[in-house]
């Protein structure tokens, strides 16, 4: 069974671009784009259902998550869950940017837009059927605006919008920014039964480090982080990161714009410091 206390030098390429996104009270969202630029191009017809702001919030939602990994391991505590769930999130998000962003064509990128949308909006009319909400002010329902954005993919003429899937959209958007579809996906489902409790992650993608004998035979097992399983997932997302910042400067800027984009800033970040590894069972000890 290992001992070894957890590392963690494998997530600093990660935290260093998600410190760099940090402003003083908030991320520094993506800039809005050009008038001039394709990314706008795409949007003009597609009005407040625009790819942009779906980009844009994807953007800040996957650095939310990648810092909630940054804070937990500056806090020094590190439990064989938390840094799946939260990468998995943050690999999602960013994913969903890219194949937002890389569509062939700009009917195909319109449509993706369209159905994120279209199956965003009919999240929100279940939950206002569930809850009883009605919105105020003249506001439209999520009904209402779901037939709004069908009205707009009717008008372009495009393909019927689909309900995107996340493999599908990683497996899509894994090669846009060079990395190998299939291993993404099986990280990405390691990641998924760790959000979801399941156990076979455990046995597969963390390191025994205890186990306690019961009655009739049982063994409860203490686990800890596997870095060597968890590596590709933080790997991953600092890439899929990168070129989701890359990719949007060059959709989004008209073409010799300068480029001014959040993260400019130089910072230095400190070492991960002294941490506790918090066995699934909820006992900790000094790493």
């Given at each position: 069974?290992?001992?070894?206390?957890?590392?963690?030098?494998?997530l600093?390429p990660?935290?260093?671009?998600i410190?760099?996104?940090?402003?003083?009270?908030a991320?520094?969202?993506?800039?809005?784009?050009?008038p001039?630029?394709?990314?706008?191009a795409?949007d003009?017809?597609?009005?407040?259902?625009?790819?942009?702001h779906?980009?844009?919030?994807?953007?800040?939602?996957g650095?939310?998550h990648?810092?909630?990994?940054?804070?937990?391991?500056?806090?020094?505590?590190?439990?064989?869950?938390?840094?799946?769930?939260?990468?998995?999130?943050?690999?999602?998000?960013?994913?969903?940017?890219?194949?937002?962003?890389?569509?062939?064509?700009?009917?195909?990128?319109r449509?993706?837009?369209?159905?994120?949308?279209?199956?965003?909006m009919?999240n929100?009319?279940?939950?206002e059927?569930?809850?009883?909400?009605?919105?105020s002010?003249?506001?439209?329902?999520?009904a209402?605006?779901?037939?709004?954005?069908r009205?707009?993919a009717?008008?372009?003429g495009?393909?019927?919008?689909?309900?995107?899937?996340?493999?599908?959209?990683l497996?899509?958007?894994?090669p846009?920014?060079?990395?190998?579809?299939?291993?993404?996906?099986?990280v990405?489902?390691?990641a998924s039964?760790?959000?979801?409790?399941r156990?076979?992650?455990?046995?597969?993608?963390?390191?025994?480090?205890?186990?306690?004998?019961?009655t009739?035979?049982?063994?409860?097992?203490a686990?800890v982080?596997?870095?060597?399983?968890?590596?590709?997932l933080?790997?991953?997302?600092?890439t899929m990161?990168?070129?989701?910042?890359e990719h949007?400067?060059a959709r989004?800027?008209?073409?010799?714009?300068?480029?001014d984009?959040?993260?400019r800033?130089?910072?230095?970040?400190?070492?991960?410091?002294?941490?506790r590894?918090?066995?699934?069972?909820?006992?900790?000890e000094?790493?």
């Open positions: 069974m290992s001992t070894q206390a957890f590392q963690g030098a494998y600093l990660l935290f260093h671009a410190e760099q996104a940090r402003g003083e009270d991320y520094q969202q993506l800039p809005a784009p050009a001039a630029s394709s990314l706008a795409d003009a017809p597609l009005g407040v259902y625009c790819a942009a779906l980009i844009r919030s994807s953007y800040t939602a650095l939310a990648a810092d909630a990994l940054r804070r937990l391991t500056a806090a020094g505590e590190v439990d064989p869950t938390s840094p799946w769930t939260l990468l998995r999130g943050a690999l999602e998000n960013f994913a969903t940017a890219l194949w937002l962003l890389d569509g062939t064509g700009r009917s195909e990128r449509r993706r837009a369209l159905s994120l949308w279209d199956e965003d009919r929100r009319h279940q939950h059927t569930d809850t009883g909400y009605l919105p002010g003249g506001g439209m329902s999520g209402q605006r779901r037939a709004e954005i009205a707009i009717d008008q372009l495009l393909a019927p919008l689909t309900a995107p899937r996340t493999h599908q959209i497996l899509t958007a894994a846009a920014a060079g990395l190998p579809a299939v291993k993404v996906c099986a990405w489902r390691a039964g760790f959000a979801h409790g156990y076979w992650p455990n046995l597969r993608a963390s390191q025994p480090r205890a186990a306690m004998a019961e009739g035979g049982v063994h409860t097992i686990f982080i596997d870095e060597d399983q968890h590596r590709p933080a790997e991953y997302c600092h990161l990168s070129r989701l910042q949007y400067a989004a800027q008209a073409h010799g714009q300068r480029s984009w959040p993260g800033r130089k910072k230095t970040l400190g070492p991960l410091g002294h941490h590894v918090l066995h699934i069972d909820g006992r900790a000094e790493g």
